[in-house]
Structure formats: C-alpha cells, structure tokens
C-alpha cells in the first residue's frame, strides 16, 4: 500500500501502519488475519490521519495571522 511518496508523509505512513498493528493487539483477534483486514483498518484510520493534518495546517495559519496582527499592533 502506497500512502506517500514524500520523506514525511513516509513517517506518516509508517505511523499508520503501527496504529494497524496496534489495533491488531488490543483487539486481540484470531490467530490469522488476512491482509484484507489489514488494508481495510489502514484504510479506515487514514481518514483520522488526514483530519489530524488539516487541523494542525488551520491552527497553524490561526497562529501565524495572530502574530503577524500582534506584531501590527492590532491584536
């Protein structure tokens, strides 16, 4: 499975790949898992992964306008 082809989102898919495992232990499932389950729980983590993204992208652009107007004296 191809998440990303940059060195972060690299990290990112790595990331997600130990969230899959893990969910593999805590849900303590049958001796065998097919990698269809696997590509399925990659599948529906992702989308957290991504939300995750965008809320740091937004709070970061929130954090930057609030300098910026705190270095213009408006804040």
Known sequence: MRIS???SDRQRAEELAVEVFGTIWETGLPDRVGVGWLLATARNLAPNEYR?????QALNS??????????????
């Open 5 to 7: 082809p940059t060195a």
């Open 62 to 75: 929130r954090l930057r306008e609030e300098a910026m107007l705190a270095a213009q004296g408006l804040a």
């Open 52 to 56: 995750a993204r965008e809320r740091g």
